[in-house]
């Protein structure tokens, strides 16, 4: 099975993706932390939100929250979506922009203050989350429908844990730029080469995570995650009972107490 031959990879894979994330300076780290967090707690607390409930919405632990929201780790990409889609955010929002500076020193507006419809490919803004993935906006303005991302899965990178699913409203759309992807919805699971693209109802149980030694790039949209009326939360979903939300409460909350 498919399953059988990434986890042979898995080992050595996870050990490549370890030592390039601590050759990043910490200094970026603990930025890119810092901003998500603090962000993440400045909607939480608009909308009146407690830590320990908020915790109990998206189940996890409210240490995990807190440790999130103080910037000392980051969250997967399941718990991101989790999160957000409790706080009514959009995924555009968490992105930080980066002014430029004039010669004078002073900040100047990024194109036209985002009047234009081009993206820059060096003024991108980035949200790197735990296990290696990376996210980089296409968009140039704020879209409430769409999310159109430039998608990085480093060597061993996973959007969640390996017994584990998520569910979540929209429909995903991908195409694979470069390496080999693993993604699996409900029972079913495929290996995606670069070339290959996939689109699939959101709402059905997936997860996804990189084959072999080399990193996936993507290209991936998200259309109405936030809109979608059939759910407004994320689900985490145990990977044997892909339909059973309730059996899975107990593992996906010990699971996720260990990030």
């Known amino acids: 099975m498919l399953i059988a031959r990434a986890r042979n990879d ?7 993706a370890d ?7 910490p200094e970026s780290q603990a930025k890119d932390v810092a901003r998500l967090g603090a962000k993440l707690k400045s909607a939480r607390e608009r909308n009146g939100i407690s830590v320990r409930g908020f915790a109990r919405s998206v189940d996890v632990s409210p240490s995990l929250v807190s440790q999130i929201e103080h ?17 009514g955010l959009g995924l555009d929002e968490l992105f930080q922009e980066k002014p430029k500076h004039a010669l004078n020193g002073h900040q100047t507006p990024v194109e036209g203050a985002r009047t234009s419809p081009v993206r820059r490919r060096n003024d991108r803004e980035v949200i790197r989350l735990a296990d290696g993935v990376r996210w980089e906006l296409l968009t140039p303005k ?18 969640c844990n ?21 993604v699996r919805i409900g029972f079913n699971e495929y290996e995606l080469n670069p070339g290959d693209s996939i689109s699939f ?17 993507a290209i991936w ?3 109405n995650r936030s809109g979608d009326k059939r759910t407004r939360r994320t689900h985490w979903v145990r990977a044997g009972q892909p339909g059973n939300e309730n059996a899975a409460k107990q593992q996906s ?6 990030r």
């Open 253 to 258: 909350r010990k699971s996720r107490r260990r």
């Open 201 to 217: 109802d959101a709402q059905s149980p997936h997860r996804l995570w990189t084959i072999g030694g080399k990193p996936t790039v």
């Open 71 to 87: 910037g000392l780790v980051m969250p997967s990409v399941g718990t991101l979506y989790a999160m957000v889609s409790e706080l």
């Open 142 to 159: 704020p879209d409430p429908e769409l999310e159109f991302l430039y998608v990085v899965y480093e060597v061993g990178a996973e959007s």
């Open 10 to 16: 898995r080992a050595a894979a996870r050990r490549i």
């Open 221 to 223: 949209a998200v259309l």
């Open 162 to 182: 390996e017994d584990l699913l998520v569910r979540h409203g929209g429909t995903e759309y991908a195409y694979i730029i470069s390496g080999r992807l693993g």
């Open 19 to 25: 030592a390039r994330m601590l050759r990043r300076s």
